[in-house]
């Protein structure tokens, strides 16, 4: 029987194919009670599974293949601090001693206790950290009772199979390098899991949060994911999978046709030139944003690099970051923001001091806080600016004496390098994310001292509508297409293009494709994306006439009515 679930899209694209079920992560453990002097037998059998994953894990570590997901290292020491952390390799053996249990048994209690502490946890990074700790656990315990029921273990899948596993450790997904699996789909996961970084890195189509589908799909189902939508369809039709047979084959050409805008210049109708620049997190990202023809890096986020690690790293250790990142971009621009920790961005085991994290101490104002911290980043960044075009982007700035005080931190990190003999670019322009109301409605403010600004629509967005964008109770109310939004952009690209500041938008709107006529309507000619975005981007950006897209912007920003605003934007991206 046919049937339909729906999940998080994290991958675009449709597979066809059969299912190929993976390990069911909930094992069942058995409860035995143990005699008194069967306790340190059985404390040893607990080491014994320790010292195999942690072996495993090792290896893995030492053997990353050269195509797996940058992220993949971090991943795994991950899995390894969780392995040596006491609460999971003593407490149980303690628990065997004190319950009468077995091994297992009290392994999965902890678990238990120490995964209700995470649903207490409100930072969300940290909160899907919980996942990490049930995947490490779960290698233990199949460890334990030798059952392993992994993709290892789970057989070859043939070429062209789709993945439908209830959740994946990122252990697992290295597997994915060597086995060319069509789709993956997975119960659990959130839009920012590890399941879904490495989705995406993975390129092919795949869904998270389905919930049930490890349940209710059997091996070898014939099912069709659509990445791009988050549908799952069970068993289809003939007529239901001839109509998907079509849409991948659309999908593929289009896909095809977008590949030869790889070094098309970005222009639109009229020759204007818009600049088409990548955000982002790693390194290793560098190479996405070449391949998909990116002008430069309008906005690396470099505190992702030391999100899952306690201790910010130092001046040198960053440097050889960003020198790579410059190195490798060549004579294109590299915006590199300073740390943006705080908020849902905090380092491994921050501690968080505020009830409103949002509103609280971030990004420019932690920096502001940790001289010493933001001393080391900045003299990292400049630097790195000997070796290519470096842009320094300071962000979440909101008042003048914040800004003063930036300024003044840049000028004793240069005077520092200067005293040490150390060249760097004397010219790195220095700009500042809009992303505040304040600092929108007051940009003169901040564009007087600074070379550029970059629009941050995420946060600009959060802090305009006053919804958590973290919380996915208000998740909904989330729109760029709130007259407010759309007025405070306007805007902004407006003010800064009369003092002739350059002005970039690098938030989430940038890579919308249903909102590039209106941005560039709006005057907007520079934008920074998610690089699998980038052209997309470009096929509208050299179909628009800038005219009709300002003339129809206007109209929109007169309207303040969302319905019509709506309509107008339809219509200006069906011309
Ligand atoms: C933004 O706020 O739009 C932005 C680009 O920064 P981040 O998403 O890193 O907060
Ligand atoms: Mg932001």
Not at 310 to 320: A, G, H, K, M, S
Request: some cysteine; aromatic content about 4%; overall charge negative.
């Amino acid at each position: 029987m046919s049937f339909t679930l729906h999940g998080i899209g994290v991958s675009g694209g449709i597979a066809i194919g059969r299912a190929h079920l993976v390990s069911h992560t909930q094992l069942e453990v058995p409860h035995t009670e143990i005699e008194p002097r069967q306790v340190a037998g059985e404390q040893v059998r607990f080491d014994v599974a320790l010292n195999k994953v942690r072996r495993e894990l090792s290896d893995l570590a030492a053997n990353i293949p050269h195509n797996a997901p940058a992220e993949f290292e971090a991943f795994l020491n991950v899995h390894l601090m969780i392995l040596g952390d006491e609460m999971l390799s003593e407490a149980p053996k303690r628990m065997v001693a004190e319950q009468l249990c077995n091994a297992e048994w009290a392994l999965k209690q902890q678990m238990e206790a120490l995964l209700e502490q995470f649903d207490k946890i409100d930072d969300p990074y940290l909160r899907e950290r919980k996942t990490d700790v049930l995947q490490v656990v779960e290698r233990v315990l199949r460890a334990l009772v030798s059952d392993a029921t992994g993709i290892a273990a789970a057989g070859v899948p043939q070429d062209g199979s789709i993945l439908v596993a209830h959740d994946l450790s990122p252990a697992d997904v290295i597997l994915f390098k060597k086995h060319r699996f069509a789709s993956f789909v997975t119960d659990l996961g959130g839009t920012t899991s590890h399941t879904a970084i490495v989705a995406r890195s993975l390129g092919i189509p795949s869904i998270v949060a389905l919930h049930q589908a490890r349940r209710l799909v059997r091996e070898s189902d014939t099912v069709i994911v659509d990445g791009t939508h988050g549908v799952m369809i069970v068993d289809p039709d003939d007529k239901v999978l001839e109509e998907y047979r079509l849409r991948q084959h659309e999908w593929e050409l289009d896909q095809q046709k977008l590949r030869r805008l790889t070094t098309t210049r970005a222009a639109a109708l009229d020759g204007t030139r818009i600049e088409l620049h990548a955000n982002i997190e790693l390194p290793d990202d560098v190479a996405l944003a070449r391949s998909n023809g990116a002008a430069g890096i309008g906005l690396f986020r470099t505190e992702f690099l030391y999100l899952n690690r306690r201790d910010l790293p130092d001046e040198d250790e960053q440097f050889e970051a960003y020198r790579r990142v410059v190195t490798e971009m060549g004579r294109l621009p590299v915006t590199i923001r300073t740390f943006d920790l705080g908020a849902d961005k905090a380092l491994m085991g921050a501690e968080r001091v505020s009830a409103n994290p949002a509103l609280g101490l971030r990004a420019i104002r932690l920096c502001l806080a940790e001289p010493q911290m933001f001393h080391r980043q900045l003299r990292a960044i400049y630097r790195a600016s000997a070796f290519g075009r470096v842009r320094l982007l300071v962000p979440m700035l909101s008042s003048a004496p914040e800004l003063e005080q930036t300024l003044h931190a840049i000028d004793v990190a240069r005077r520092s390098l200067d005293d040490d003999g150390i060249a760097y670019d004397r010219t790195v322009p220095v700009g500042g994310m809009i992303e505040v109301p304040a600092a929108a409605l007051s940009l003169p403010m901040f564009t007087r001292k600074l070379d550029f600004v970059s629009i941050g629509t995420n946060d600009l967005i959060q802090y305009t509508l006053a919804i958590d964008r973290t919380d996915e109770a208000v998740a909904h109310l989330y729109d760029p297409l709130h007259p407010a939004v759309v007025g405070l952009v306007g805007m902004i690209i407006q003010s800064a293009t009369r003092t002739g500041t350059p002005v970039a938008v690098c938030g989430e709107m940038a890579g919308d494709v249903h909102l590039t006529r209106l941005l560039l309507g709006l005057g907007l000619r520079q934008f920074s994306m998610h690089p699998a975005n980038l052209l997309s981007v470009k096929q509208v950006v050299l179909k628009t006439d800038l005219e009709e897209a300002a003339a129809s912007a206007r109209k929109m920003l007169r309207s303040h009515d969302p319905t019509r605003m709506r309509a107008l934007l339809e219509k200006m991206n069906a011309a």
